[in-house]
């Protein structure tokens, strides 16, 4: 929203300046977004004379100046104006000043062989007019070398502020002002609105045709004007729209324009001799369109309400007019309308034509419905003021849409919700400044809100508006009071899970992926899923028709479109949910992890010391395990069994699970008919971990940490190798040896196993290391034997094996 500082001051009696006008808007709600003195530009020019005027002795049409700026020197000046001739003032700048009609810096210059240092400018090189047919001719009075700018009246400044949607009343002048004056900052003018006198009935007819509902233009009103004479408007009209960014048009225009910025109120003119029958203001019919005044066909639909008369539309109400029935420098009798069109039907028809205006900018925001009358009676005044004429009666159609909103406001509300102390004439008299109505004595009063307040519906917004002029720098901070204990958690366990899963995956070199929820039938059922229950009912693509069961499928696809680009060695995971049917309870959330090349978490690629090997379950199992320890689960608790999904590779995976009834995860390398169906080049492992099993840890009671405590005595390793049938785990051993000693026996691992010639068929023989780690005394050879005999003996009660020999 712009206005100039006289502008204001036409509706405000001040004394304060610019700087005071600047802060007190920002203060009360009204954000300055910019200040701007459109003369500033025309500082640098000067008013200097023609001394003399000779001929350009090398080009007909030019002339060579002697210039003088007010300094009693002469400066020469090539130009080619018609007008220009000795004696003649006029305006002049000097090399170095920008010319503001092209931003030119202006330098000393060579034409047609004679020097030039200077220019003596018109008025289009100003951007005061169009003007360009001859140099500015000034009274023979005007002060040389006064700065142009001076002499065409000083600055100006033009205030740009920031109107949030809901102050609608400051879209117009009047109604910035009224909240200065609030503030203190002067006194509201009185309104110099007059009824005009009535010459003759109306010639025009206005009426409403809606059926029942006149919620599309509750209220129309308007009046003919006979006998104007239309031309361009006065230069204080024109230099105002100038400063705010419109271009004059005529008189007629300028007038409609300069009051839906001097009070926020949109009006119409037409050319009444265009007009054919009643005006009317209705619903649009499909297959009507419009040729508005921005020069487009708009199509109309049942939707939007229209302005029309007997020949059809002539404009859009509340959003633009129509260019058939638009006034020009002929038009001799004109209607004036103004009406209160729909906040949000007008929005909506905006938005569906892709139509903007500053009429539409205001009704869509909500004005001042009991002004439809009154902004009539200030536009004819100024039609006859600027244009002459004789004005017909009054004629309005339907009633303006008025709240009448009273408010039950108690004072103390202001001191309850903002913490300002202020006193009951203070809070009454700023009310009333601003428009309301305060009625009662007391505690409590009758607030009435005046109609060009849509925005305030109960006792908090008038609070805001006290508070807002009060200023709400007067407002102290006040710390929210600190809270005795430590907030509850925000995230629920699997949240937390979920974010825990991403890091560990991520620490272990594994790159995240997002990847679709849907895949095609064919890979959800290689994947345990294709019930009907999770299929799409209408899927964005054949490839895309059922809720994934999986996010293997996903992730090697994704894998699979970066070895097609030239990348190799891909590690990527993903943690998101997996639907095994349509109840609750069938949706999971689950982290895999996807290795493909060498994709190790050792390295990957080729190197000078050794290539890298290719992944293999080991990688898979690993993935896994890590993540399972990162999420604070006991490994040691759970089973690892070989009974993978079909989509492993029944030799190289597993299952990891606490017992038949629950399955944590699966392991391994990926079937090769899985990989074919996939279109996937292999191998590729994959793990998957389903969130939602992992048990939750009991809380414990929050206790010291015991003291790290370490045995004194050094530890002593035994290798023990046993011949196993093949197809015994390893794992059992490893478990039956622990379990031999536990207070003794600190760690037992595998690190050979042998198949071969020394051993019989269908037999292996597997190497374990167990570290023993006393706490008392340090081990005899004894102690070492009888150790050893117990381990032996659980291993060959566990699992048949025997020791080698």
């Not at 205001?362 to 600027?386: K, S, Y």
Request: with cysteine; charged share 25%.
């Amino acid at each position: 929203m712009k206005f100039t500082l006289s502008w204001l001051k036409d509706h405000l009696d001040t004394e304060a300046s610019l700087d005071d006008v600047v802060e007190a808007l920002t203060m009360v709600g009204l954000e300055v977004e910019s200040v701007s003195d459109p003369m500033a530009p025309l500082k640098p020019f000067r008013i200097a004379r023609i001394v003399t005027a000779d001929k350009h002795p090398n080009a007909d049409k030019l002339k060579l100046l002697a210039v003088d700026a007010g300094d009693g020197n002469l400066v020469q000046v090539v130009c080619g104006a018609p007008n220009a001739r000795a004696g003649l003032k006029g305006v002049f700048a000097l090399p170095g000043v920008t010319i503001p009609v092209n931003g030119t810096v202006l330098e000393v210059g060579t034409i047609r062989g004679v020097e030039s240092r200077g220019m003596m400018c018109s008025e289009r090189e100003l951007l005061l007019s169009d003007e360009h047919n001859g140099i500015i001719e000034l009274p023979e009075d005007a002060p040389l070398g006064m700065s142009f700018a001076d002499y065409r009246g000083g600055s100006d400044p033009v205030i740009d502020i920031s109107i949030t949607p809901n102050r609608p009343d400051c879209l117009g002048v009047r109604g910035v002002a009224r909240d200065l004056a609030a503030r203190g900052l002067g006194r509201l003018k009185a309104d110099p609105l007059k009824p005009a006198v009535a010459k003759f009935a109306s010639p025009t007819a206005i009426e409403l045709r809606f059926d029942g509902d006149t919620s599309p233009c509750p209220v129309f009103a308007g009046r003919v004007v006979k006998g104007v004479k239309n031309g361009p408007s006065p230069q204080w009209l024109q230099d105002r729209l100038k400063a705010i960014g419109l271009r004059p048009i005529n008189a007629l225009v300028d007038i409609t324009n300069y009051i839906t910025y001097d009070r926020g109120r949109p009006l119409h003119v037409y050319d009444a001799d265009k007009v054919t029958g009643p005006i009317h203001a209705r619903l649009g019919k499909s297959g009507e369109s419009l040729a508005a005044l921005d020069g487009k066909t708009y199509a109309i639909d049942e939707t939007m309400c229209v302005i029309a008369d007997d020949s059809g539309v002539l404009g859009l109400g509340g959003v633009m007019g129509g260019e058939t029935s638009g006034s020009s420098e002929n038009t001799v009798n004109v209607l004036i309308e103004s009406a209160y069109f729909d906040p949000n039907r007008t929005a909506r028809t905006g938005r569906k034509l892709g139509l903007n205006s500053d009429a539409r900018y205001r009704f869509e925001r909500g004005i001042d419905p009991a002004f439809v009358v009154a902004g009539l009676e200030l536009a004819t005044q100024m039609v006859i003021d600027l244009c002459g004429g004789e004005a017909s009666e009054l004629v309005v159609a339907g009633k303006e849409p008025l709240r009448n909103l009273v408010i039950d406001f108690p004072l103390h509300e202001v001191k309850r919700l903002s913490g300002l102390t202020l006193s009951e004439g203070a809070i009454t008299t700023t009310l009333e400044a601003l428009g309301f109505g305060v009625q009662g004595l007391g505690e409590t009063r009758e607030v009435s809100v005046p109609s060009w307040r849509p925005d305030v519906h109960g006792k908090a917004d008038l609070v805001e508006e006290v508070v807002r002029i009060a200023g709400l720098d007067q407002v102290k901070p006040t710390p929210l009071p600190r809270l005795a204990s430590v907030g509850a958690k925000v995230l629920t366990p699997l949240q937390i899970r979920t974010r825990r899963a991403k890091r560990a995956l991520a620490t272990r070199g594994l790159v995240e992926a997002v990847t679709w929820s849907f895949v095609s039938e064919a890979q959800a059922t290689a994947f345990g899923g294709g019930a009907a229950a999770v299929r799409l009912a209408n899927p964005i693509s054949a490839d895309m028709s059922d809720m994934r069961p999986s996010l293997i499928p996903g992730l090697a696809a994704a894998v699979q479109r970066n070895v097609d680009r030239g990348l190799s060695n891909i590690a990527i995971f993903e943690v998101g949910q997996v639907f095994a049917g349509d109840r609750p309870q069938d949706q999971t959330i689950v982290a895999t992890a996807v290795r493909q090349g060498t994709a190790t978490i050792d390295g990957s690629g080729r190197h000078w010391s050794g290539n890298a090997k290719a992944v293999s379950v080991h990688d898979a199992k690993a993935d896994a395990v890590a993540l399972l320890e990162a999420l604070g689960f006991d490994t040691s608790k759970a089973q690892i069994t070989r009974n993978a999904p079909a989509w492993f590779h029944p030799g190289r995976s597993g299952t990891i699970q606490l017992g038949p009834q629950t399955v944590l995860g699966h392991f391994g390398e990926l079937h090769p008919a899985v990989l074919e169906a996939l279109k996937v080049d292999g191998p590729l492992v994959a793990m998957e971990i389903t969130l939602d099993r992992i048990p939750v840890g009991k809380a414990k009671a929050s206790k010291a940490k015991p003291a790290l405590n370490l045995s004194a005595f050094m530890p002593v390793s035994r290798d023990f190798a046993f011949v196993v049938d093949d197809g015994v785990e390893a794992g059992k051993i490893v478990k039956a040896a622990l379990g031999a000693d536990k207070k003794l026996i600190a760690d037992a691992r595998v690190f050979d196993v042998y198949r071969g010639e020394h051993v019989e068929p269908g037999k292996k023989s597997l190497a374990i290391e167990v570290t023993l780690s006393p706490a008392d005394k340090t081990l005899t050879d004894e102690d070492i034997e009888t150790v050893s005999k117990a381990i032996v003996a659980a291993v060959a009660k566990a699992t048949g094996a025997v020791l080698r020999g």
